[in-house]
């Protein structure tokens, strides 16, 4: 299987268009940065306008770990169709070029062909998460310089110490990765069920789409199908960074305000990726393939 | 009859004279209170600020402190962002007894902290000042300020306490409880795309509660000299 997954990367890597989702990503990160360099004060001073009435802030509130919270904020709802792009193309792009068929004559299972197209999916997936913590995380650094993480929820304030930062940022990624790899199964599935590309990368952002407006509306009749959405779990990385404090309303450096939320929505992701990857191995496994 | 009259017009000098002389008294302990203040024309100091308020959730942090006669001061977090409710924690006793002229009225004994205090009203004399009315609990046999409850035109209501140790020769803190009414702020909702469940439980902590902002002073550099520069 390993020489098949060297293929199937081989196959993304050679594709332009696998290069336009790293272009339009440093394009965007680079665009986000550059504004909030130039006018990043006139930003913050706007953001805290009312709070400001009341509290004075003191420090370097426009550093590289909030610009990358901002970009995270931002970019984590478009990269979904740079992923479909890919992942929908994976069996409907061999079905498509005729491929598929001399693809199977090959000396290994239908599973081991397929989940090395999986894991190229993945692996695409993750450098493309990989190369937003680059670019987003420690160019931002680099640029803006660090301090405190100052956040401003909905109904408070989150100040988390410099060394208590990076750690969140890591295990922010992780479950970012882990929500993408959901998306690049949905696209994975639904490229089983074309014969050509477009159909299961529009499939996917609609897919995506419905769900998300389902996770946001605030509808009793939806409340009971939102815990089993992946789109209500895959903002869940932002609980890395809120922390717990003591009775004496201390911040306990280190913590987390709601793990279980995190482990939770972890183990709903992965039973979407399993489900969906295991649904796309047995129908493939029984499908005639005529293409 | 002209015994009855007699004894209402002594009374009433009486009353008078009682009245007269507090209010010198307790303009000669605020006198002394500022004599006591004014030993000190510049510090620097170093300590640990803790804030504690519903709705912000923050470490707690190294600050650095300085102040300049005759109402300069200025809290510096020591590396890292700090967040401080406008006007007040930057306010001390000095600034307020620095103020160009006050009326101080006598409104009793108390106690604070298992200290007996003079309970002493300032008001200040200049129209344009902040300060509207401030309560102060002195401590009279170490000319200490023990408490005090101001309320300002632009900042609200705020209350300090104050306990000292090894700098209270000259007046100065070693712990400063900085406390005000939290329910006052708002915090403005939506601008950062976020909104969670916490809302309710939040609000309800809220409640009834009090914002404080605790400094523990853990050293200072008195009359060593300040640039102006410092305070821009």
């Known amino acids: 299987m390993w ?3 060297q293929i199937e990367l081989y196959k993304i890597f050679k594709r332009p268009r ?114 937003i913590a680059i670019m987003g995380l420690l160019c931002s650094m680099l640029i803006f310089g660090t301090d405190d993480l100052f956040l401003m929820k ?63 509306m605030n509808i009793p009749l939806f409340n009971t199908i939102k815990p089993f959405l992946f789109t209500s779990h895959m903002n869940n990385w932002k609980e890395f960074f809120d922390f717990k404090v003591n009775d004496a309303n201390e911040a306990i450096i280190g913590s987390i305000q709601n793990p279980q939320k995190i482990i939770q929505s972890s183990c709903i992701l992965f039973a979407h990726i399993i489900g969906f990857v295991g649904s796309a191995i047995i129908l493939f496994r029984k499908k005639d393939i005529l293409s | 009859m002209s015994g009855i009259k007699l004894k209402v ?29 004014d030993l000190v024309n510049d510090y620097t100091a170093v300590g640990k600020m803790k ?97 005090s409850v101001t309320t300002t035109r632009e900042n609200g209501t705020f209350e300090m306490e104050m306990s000292y140790g090894k700098y209270a020769t000259y007046g100065l803190p070693d712990k400063v409880y900085f406390s005000f009414n939290a329910k006052d702020y708002k915090l403005p909702k939506g601008i950062t795309l976020e909104f969670d469940d916490a809302d309710k439980a939040i609000k309800e902590k809220m409640k009834g509660k009090k914002g404080r902002v605790e400094i523990i002073y853990s050293g200072y550099e008195i009359n060593k000299g300040i640039a102006d520069q410092l305070f821009k």
């Not at chain 1, 498509?96 to 062909?113: C, V």
């Not at chain 1, 940022?169 to 949905?186: E, P, R, S, W």
């Not at chain 2, 009353?15 to 500022?34: C, M």
């Open chain 1, 3 to 5: 020489t098949h997954l």
């Open chain 1, 18 to 131: 696998t290069y336009l989702a790293f272009a339009a990503i440093t394009a965007l990160i680079g665009v986000i940065q550059l504004g909030l360099k130039v006018d990043g004060k006139e930003y913050t001073e706007f953001v805290m306008a009312d709070f400001a009435t009341s509290f004075s802030v003191d420090g370097n509130i426009l550093n590289g770990y909030f610009i990358c919270y901002v970009i995270l904020q931002l970019l984590l709802v478009h990269v979904p169709l740079l992923i479909a792009l890919i992942a929908a193309d994976m069996i409907s792009g061999e079905a498509n070029m005729g491929t598929l068929r001399l693809l199977l004559t090959k000396p290994q299972s239908r599973t081991a062909i397929l989940l090395a197209k999986f894991f190229a999916a993945v692996v695409y997936t993750l450098l493309l998460l990989i190369w």
């Open chain 1, 154 to 216: 909905s109904s408070y304030v989150v100040i988390v110490k410099e060394s208590d930062v990076f750690w969140r940022y890591a295990g922010a990624f992780c479950f970012a990765a882990l929500a993408m790899v959901t998306v690049a199964a949905l696209g994975f599935f639904l490229s089983f069920f074309a014969e050509n590309s477009i159909g299961p990368i529009v499939a996917t952002m609609s897919v995506i789409v419905v769900c998300t407006i389902l996770s946001t």
């Open chain 2, 9 to 37: 017009l002594i009374g009433l000098l009486w009353i008078f004279v009682v009245q007269h002389s507090n209010a010198q008294d307790v303009n000669e302990l605020v006198r002394k209170v500022k004599a006591k203040l």
């Open chain 2, 51 to 147: 804030t504690d308020v519903a709705f912000i959730k923050a470490p707690v942090g190294a600050v650095k402190m300085f102040f300049k006669k005759p109402d300069r001061f200025k809290l510096q977090r020591n590396g890292g962002i700090s967040v401080l409710p406008k006007g007040g924690v930057s306010f001390n006793m000095g600034n307020l007894l620095a103020a160009s002229g006050f009326t101080a009225i006598d409104a009793g004994t108390g106690e604070v902290a298992k200290t007996k205090t003079r309970i002493v009203k300032l008001l200040p004399n200049g129209d344009n000042n902040d300060v509207i009315l401030s309560t102060l609990y002195i401590d009279e046999s170490n000319l200490l300020i023990i408490k």
